[in-house]
Every structure is written in structure tokens, then in C-alpha cells.
């Protein structure tokens, strides 16, 4: 991997745990990830006009996909409900690369091979020490379950969009309807559980859902880009850096609670993602 690819990914990396801050330290969690999702379809739309239209079984592929994302993104939005962005983001985004390549296993006929299983234990095990700094520090117990939610879905987007992408042969098109189909799936969920007040959000929110959409929309491309100019592997692997730098935005930044164990835990899920990486 050449250095300015290295450098351009370890940025989305930055990216990635930025918007999450961005919409852990807003007051209304949910509201802040609706306004989000909703910059991303606006510049979805911007993109699938320079794009053609999807055609046969890719439709499917598009709104499975961002029915999916949809799901991710509500999932997410309550862990951060209940929990601090260096205790939520870890476990979510940890455990996603876990399930992947255990879910290829038996679905996409993917091998495992050995240094893959002591990523999957070392992953295991360090979401296995967040798990328990949740309890041993006194946190909301919610948010294990709306974490891993989150991770399940992220694994299910992350072999969708593979899958789909190269059925689409575009990837570009695929981007932008899966990011349309999923703002327009937020935005009904969004209306039949809270009603239209839940757009009626002061200039402030609406600045700072557009932030994160905008840093979750690069961090996207970024990762797209590194990925045609340098192996996939290396991109992923040094992209799963985030968790550090979620772990260290939350302390720093966000001034959560600082712990040896969240640390040494989050040091873990890298080192384990990175194996099954590699």
C-alpha cells in the first residue's frame, strides 16, 4: 500500500469515528441520525444522476441493502442512547468483521484458516472486556444488545453490498440507491414512530446532522477508492483502526470515562481484526 493510500484511509478511519461522536454528543440521538441519513439521500441523489439506473435483480440487491442499513443506523442510535461512544462503537463495529467471516463460512463457502480463528478469538475476547467493564462500571446494560444489533447489522450490509456491488457492476450506482432506499426507509420509520416533529429540528441540529452525514458519506468513498488502488485486505485492516480512535475521541473529546481495561480491550479487537484482515 503506497503511503498517501495509507494516509487517506487511516483519515476515513478518523472520519468514521468523528460522525459518530458527532451524533453521540447530540441530544437526541435518533433525531440526529434521521437528519444525517437525510443529507446522505440528498447527495445520493446528487450521485445516482451521473450514474444509469440500476436494472433487474440489482433493485433487489439496492433495497436489501439499504433496508439493512436502515436497521444498522436505528440499532446504533439506541446504544448511544445508553451508552458512551468508547464503550458502543468498539462492540459495534468490533464484532461485525467476526461475524462476517463466520457467516462465510457456511454461507459464501468461504475457508477459514487458522490465523482467522485466532482473530475471531481475540475479537471475541476483547468484546467479551467491554462486555464487562459495562457492568463493572455501573452502565446502562441496554446497550450490549442495541451494540451488537448494530454489528449484526453491519456484517449483513458489509456481505450485501460486496455481493451486490459486483452483481450492479457499478459501484458507484450501488452506493447511491442503497443510501436513497435507506433514507427514504428512515424517513417513513421515522414519521410513523414520532410523527413530522421529528424533522422540526433547530437550525444547530440540522448543521450538525449534515456534518456527520457529509464525514460518513467520505469515509465511505475514501474506503471505496483505497480499495481500487491497493489490496482489499490492507484496506480493511487498517480501517478497523477507528476503534482506537472512537475509544480515544470518547476520553479525550467527549470526556467519558477513562479505564485500563476499555483501552486494553479496544487494543485487543484491533489486534484481532487485524489477523483475520491480514
Same mark, same amino acid.
Given at each position: 500500500?503506497?503511503?498517501?493510500?495509507?494516509?487517506?484511509?487511516?483519515?476515513?478511519?478518523?472520519?468514521?469515528?468523528?460522525?459518530? $461522536?458527532?451524533?453521540? @454528543?447530540?441530544?437526541?440521538?435518533?433525531?440526529?441520525?434521521?437528519?444525517? *441519513?437525510? &443529507?446522505?439521500?440528498? /447527495?445520493?441523489?446528487?450521485?445516482?444522476a451521473l450514474v444509469p439506473l440500476p436494472n433487474g435483480?440489482?433493485?433487489?440487491?439496492?433495497?436489501?441493502?439499504?433496508?439493512?442499513? &436502515?436497521?444498522?443506523?436505528?440499532?446504533?442510535?439506541?446504544?448511544?442512547?445508553?451508552?458512551?461512544?468508547?464503550?458502543?462503537? %468498539?462492540?459495534? @463495529?468490533?464484532?461485525?468483521?467476526?461475524?462476517?467471516?463466520?457467516?462465510?463460512?457456511?454461507?459464501?463457502?468461504?475457508?477459514?484458516?487458522?490465523?482467522?480463528?485466532?482473530?475471531?478469538?481475540?475479537?471475541?475476547?476483547?468484546?467479551?472486556?467491554?462486555?464487562?467493564?459495562?457492568?463493572?462500571?455501573?452502565?446502562? @446494560?441496554?446497550? !450490549? %444488545?442495541?451494540?451488537?444489533?448494530?454489528?449484526?447489522? *453491519?456484517a449483513g450490509y458489509s456481505i450485501l453490498d460486496g455481493?451486490?456491488?459486483?452483481?450492479? /457492476?457499478?459501484? *458507484?450506482?450501488? &452506493?447511491?440507491?442503497?443510501?436513497?432506499?435507506? $433514507?427514504?426507509?428512515? #424517513?417513513?420509520?421515522?414519521?410513523? #414512530? @414520532?410523527? *413530522?416533529?421529528?424533522?422540526?429540528?433547530?437550525?444547530?441540529?440540522?448543521?450538525?446532522?449534515?456534518?456527520?452525514?457529509?464525514? #460518513?458519506?467520505?469515509?465511505?468513498?475514501?474506503?471505496?477508492?483505497? /480499495?481500487?488502488?491497493?489490496?482489499?485486505? !490492507?484496506?480493511?485492516?487498517?480501517?478497523?483502526?477507528?476503534?482506537?480512535?472512537?475509544?480515544?475521541?470518547?476520553?479525550?473529546?467527549?470526556?467519558?470515562?477513562?479505564?485500563?481495561?476499555?483501552?486494553?480491550?479496544?487494543?485487543?479487537?484491533?489486534?484481532?481484526?487485524?489477523?483475520?484482515?491480514?
Amino acid at each position: 500500500m503506497e503511503f498517501h493510500v495509507f494516509v487517506a484511509v487511516l483519515f476515513a478511519a478518523v472520519l468514521h469515528a468523528g460522525w459518530n $461522536a458527532v451524533i453521540r @454528543r447530540g441530544g437526541d440521538r435518533f433525531q440526529g441520525m434521521l437528519l444525517l *441519513t437525510a &443529507t446522505q439521500g440528498v /447527495m445520493a441523489i446528487a450521485m445516482a444522476a451521473l450514474v444509469p439506473l440500476p436494472n433487474g435483480i440489482v433493485w433487489v440487491w439496492v433495497l436489501g441493502s439499504g433496508l439493512v442499513h &436502515t436497521m444498522y443506523k436505528l440499532f446504533l442510535a439506541a446504544a448511544y442512547q445508553h451508552g458512551d461512544l468508547s464503550r458502543v462503537y %468498539p462492540i459495534a @463495529r468490533g464484532a461485525a468483521p467476526m461475524i462476517v467471516v463466520i457467516v462465510g463460512f457456511y454461507v459464501l463457502a468461504d475457508t477459514i484458516e487458522n490465523k482467522e480463528y485466532v482473530g475471531i478469538g481475540l475479537i471475541g475476547f476483547g468484546v467479551m472486556m467491554m462486555a464487562r467493564g459495562v457492568f463493572s462500571s455501573g452502565e446502562s @446494560r441496554r446497550l !450490549l %444488545p442495541l451494540a451488537l444489533g448494530s454489528a449484526v447489522c *453491519t456484517a449483513g450490509y458489509s456481505i450485501l453490498d460486496g455481493l451486490g456491488a459486483r452483481v450492479a /457492476m457499478d459501484a *458507484t450506482m450501488f &452506493t447511491a440507491w442503497l443510501f436513497i432506499f435507506d $433514507a427514504m426507509f428512515f #424517513s417513513m420509520y421515522s414519521l410513523i #414512530s @414520532r410523527g *413530522t416533529v421529528v424533522f422540526k429540528a433547530s437550525p444547530r441540529a440540522w448543521s450538525i446532522g449534515a456534518f456527520a452525514g457529509v464525514l #460518513s458519506l467520505a469515509t465511505y468513498w475514501i474506503a471505496v477508492w483505497a /480499495m481500487t488502488v491497493a489490496p482489499i485486505a !490492507l484496506v480493511a485492516a487498517v480501517r478497523e483502526t477507528s476503534v482506537l480512535f472512537a475509544v480515544i475521541i470518547g476520553i479525550v473529546v467527549l470526556k467519558e470515562k477513562a479505564s485500563v481495561g476499555k483501552v486494553l480491550a479496544a487494543l485487543v479487537i484491533v489486534i484481532g481484526i487485524v489477523i483475520i484482515r491480514f
